[in-house]
Nanobody
Framework: QVQLIESGGGLVEPGGSLRLSCVAS????????MAWFRQAPGKEREYVAA?????FYTNSVKGRLTISRDDDRNTVLLQMNSLTPEETAVYYC???????????????????WGQGTQVTVSS
């Protein structure tokens, strides 16, 4: 059974930093796409960043958020800096076995999802 387990969420002040971690079990995702999405209250789930033979970001997070992966540990990370209150959301890890994704922002292309970790940016 494949599981994605996120951790690292919490409460942070505006301008602060957090590092999210997602550990996969049940199969390896080395050399497969993995991504982070987020869902704010009352809003749709939105794409944040992806990694697959490179890194890709939605425009609003470029320069502040960094996605990386540790294939030895079957883990994907999201370093978040200079956070704003508007980024308060549940953050989800996602994984795909499709090497031919064209648009990493589409939820339908990811077969596996974690349960999410809450990030709250507030003073």
């Amino acid at each position: 059974q494949v599981q994605l387990i996120e951790s690292g969420g919490g409460l942070v002040e505006p301008g602060g930093s957090l590092r999210l971690s997602c550990v996969a079990s049940g199969r390896t995702f080395n050399d497969y796409p993995m991504a982070w999405f987020r869902q704010a209250p009352g809003k749709e789930r939105e794409y944040v960043a992806a990694t697959f033979r490179g890194t890709f970001y939605t425009n609003s997070v470029k320069g502040r958020l960094t996605i990386s992966r540790d294939d030895d540990r079957n883990t994907v990370l999201l370093q978040m800096n200079s956070l704003t209150p508007e980024e308060t959301a549940v953050y989800y890890c996602a994984a795909s076995t499709n090497w031919f994704i064209i648009d990493y922002s589409l939820l339908k292309d990811y077969e596996y999802w974690g349960q999410g970790t809450q990030v709250t940016v507030s003073s």
